[in-house]
């Protein structure tokens, strides 16, 4: 197991984790929607996005060389293309009589190149744009599309303008041109205050307010392939994927996705498989199905369906990846990933916390800690451990039973490095569990910290942090009905093995 969990990189336990969902197909999560009755029709107008191909960070910067190499494109024209692409599709879903004002954050590379270019056009179609460029590139390029646009008085403003107010009170649309496909690590000042700025008007707005948070090609502070794994909560509105969406794109949930850059030559859909939509007329743009997103009054269901028999997988981690895509896609479960731990002590004292799943797959369920915090000792001398997770909007629970043991040094490597700078500081500034006089105390150290490593781009993981896997031998979905008459469905298994050829025994216990 341990061997396996060597071999298998923190980025493919991931990749299975999170695609894992999409890959079990189209037509079975919409036969799931079906059963909760929140299928519409796919229109004529979108094209269902289970169905298309996804890129990950590396194909999607070799198929650029390719199109501004042998393909013989220029990199302003695959911009001009970009940038009208994505105005084309604000335009699409909001009008400016209701969605007028536009503020463009244009990021030090071409994803804010393909932002200045949407500024130019947007203007041109009626609305009044700003535009916040905080890095601006001494690049020909990118100096003539500033010209361009000051020379339609559009006007650029300071960051710290920007970050002075609510962005909702400044704009109806916020145009995300901060990172693109290339970005990789945690996002640097000043561009983690403008991404933590969009993150908050998303958590502020208010019903019926006329604002919305559209991202070029990939969330800004998003890992190109995996998400929002920094968990910088950025869950812009719209996206507008270029080429082809990008891995990441599987974890976008808000309510518009489109697809730009209609300039795809075949040999490029042959050399990278591409399924693609094909684009309507002369439209620059696409839109892709995101019914299957909105899954928000799932609840009702639950307290009238039954948890039957064939709808179950025979595998429970399939079960749980099923449910999981609930979860996550239900609008007010705000953390889905939240789960309950149980460990034992030595003097066989249960204890509990919660913490956050950060990948599951065949061989349990992972999440990070301090090995030398309370339930780090327990582990050590215990490795019996429990885990809940209560999904209360929908009604529905998992426990999990079963034995745990770190992850490689690797895989907890390769995670601590996709975190956040300020929470690797905290991390390194916390004896996790143990007595301090004062929260001051904490404070100071993690300023300690933050200037011990000021000069230092990378900061090594302690050996004393690192993730755990939950390894279970026993897994049980429950679902809360009408009455009181819950379901609850477990599988168990005595095997040893840890993959999916571990057979397991279905049975159902009285609620
Ligand atoms: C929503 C939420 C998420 C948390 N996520 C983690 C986590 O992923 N890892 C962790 O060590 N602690 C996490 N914590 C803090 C733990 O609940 C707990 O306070 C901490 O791990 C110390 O527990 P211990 O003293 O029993 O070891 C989280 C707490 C909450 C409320």
Redesign the pocket.
Known sequence: MVFRLLRASSSQLYRSIIARPQQRGYPQHRFLLKRIGKVSPVSSMSFPSETISYLGQVPAQKLDEDLMGPLGFSVDQLMELAGLSCACAIHEEYNTATHGRVLVLVGPGNNGGDGLVAARHLHHFGYQVQVCYPKQTDKALYRNLVTQLESLRIPFIGVETVLEASLASQANIVLDGLFGFSFKGSPRPPFDGLISSMARAVVTRKDGDNFAIVSIDVPSGWNVEEGDMAGLDMQPDMLISLTAPKLCAKEFRGTHHYLGGRFVPPEIVEKYGLVLPKYPGSSMCVKLDTVSRDVSNIRKMYETEALSDIHMHENPMDQFAEWFEQAKHCKTVE?PN?MAVASVNSDAQP?V????LRGFSDHGFV????YE????RDFEGNPNVAATFYWEPLGMSVRVEGTIQRLSAADSDAYWASRPREHQIGALSSA??SIIESSEQLLKSYETMKDEYSSKDVIPRPSWWGGYIIQPHSIEFWQGRASRLHDRVIYTTDSTTTDSTKHWVRSRPSP
Do not use: C, D, M
């Open positions: 953390e939240a204890s916390r919660v913490v956050l999440f990070y800690s301090n915090s309370r339930k780090g996790q569990s």
